[in-house]
Structures are given as C-alpha cells and as structure tokens.
C-alpha cells in the first residue's frame, strides 16, 4: 500500500520534471537514491507519504545549498481528514532533508515565508518534524535514501509542510497540507 503511494508520487514527479529520467537516473531529472530503510508497515492514523528531493547536485556537493538548487517537496495527498494522521518522509536526493509541519494561516499563501539571514523560516507553532533517519521523530536530518516519520494529531487547518534546511525552503521544498 505504502509502495504504491510512493510510485505514484514519484509518478508526479517525474511528469513535473517532463519525464527524461529515470527511477535511478542522475542524468537530467531529480536524483533518486536507493532507499536504505522504510517505515514501519503499521503506523498511527492516517499516512501521508512525502517526497524529498533534489536535482542537479552530485554526492560530491556538501555543505549549504545555494539558492536557485533544485529541490522539491511532494505529498502524496493535498488534503487528508483531521486526528493522527503519520507523515513518512522519503528523501531520494543526495542532501540531507527533513520535514516540518508548520501553520498557514487563513488565506496566507504556500511559499511566502521570509527566510532568515540563516536561510530558513521561523518555525513558530510548529507541530512537529520528522527530521532523523529511520525513525521517528526529530534529529540532525534524513540521509539520504532514508526515510523519517512523525505521528501528529491535526486539528482541521491549512498546514504548510516544509524542509528548513538553509535555502531549502526557499529552493521549493514546501507544500500545502489542507485538514478537514
Ligand atoms: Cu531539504
């Protein structure tokens, strides 16, 4: 079940990237790493799978990201019912991500968070992360190739879902999370 969630969002992917790559590909779409962990097969709630990538960078390539990288953040659903609800954080990049769950504001828009001189947004009121390899919960990041959960309990609300990484936020890595 799980599997098939995450073969349809990388589908997404590869369709916004206009195809040329490959599931394994580096050479013109977002890298795809070769999962080291997964998650559980039984978590809590709901899941909501999510996708971290990146493109154009090689394993060689430490350090901050510069802004204008090519990074994305796609969830496997937009909108998902309110209680527990588990957000299983794939990374298929080469950098390190992670997963934030943040508020949105009524009628406040996806992407318009000012970063800091640090190259990330404010985190206030954030639920919770799952920001640690092959485990849940927050840490130092997901490796890449592994995979990190969180098990939150959402009241109805518009979320944003984003990775904090500096200049990661502000190279794509967000997306709307809509809780009814
Ligand atoms: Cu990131």
Redesign the pocket.
């Known amino acids: 079940m799980k599997t098939v969630a995450l073969a349809a969002v990388a589908g997404l992917v590869l369709a916004g990237c206009g195809g040329g790559s490959t599931m394994m590909g580096t050479t013109s779409g977002y890298h795809y790493s070769t999962q080291t962990c997964t998650a559980p097969a039984s978590l809590p709630g709901r899941t909501v799978s999510v996708v971290?990538a990146?493109m154009g960078m090689s394993r060689m390539m430490g350090g901050t990201a510069p802004l204008g990288s090519r990074?994305l953040l796609r969830a496997s659903t937009a909108r998902v019912a309110a209680g527990p609800v588990t957000i299983v954080a794939t990374n298929l990049g080469w950098?390190t991500?992670?997963l934030v769950v943040l508020p949105l504001g009524a009628g406040d828009p996806v992407g318009a968070r000012q970063p800091a001189a640090s190259g990330k947004v404010d985190e206030a009121g954030s639920l919770g992360e799952a920001s640690t390899s092959c485990r849940s919960g927050a840490g130092d990041g997901i490796a890449a190739g592994s995979v990190g959960w969180t098990t939150l309990t959402l009241a109805p609300g518009r979320y944003e879902l984003v990775?904090n990484?500096p200049n990661?936020y502000a190279d794509g890595?967000r997306a709307e999370l809509l809780v009814s």
């Open positions: 971290l990146d990074m950098r991500h992670e990775c990484l990661h890595m």
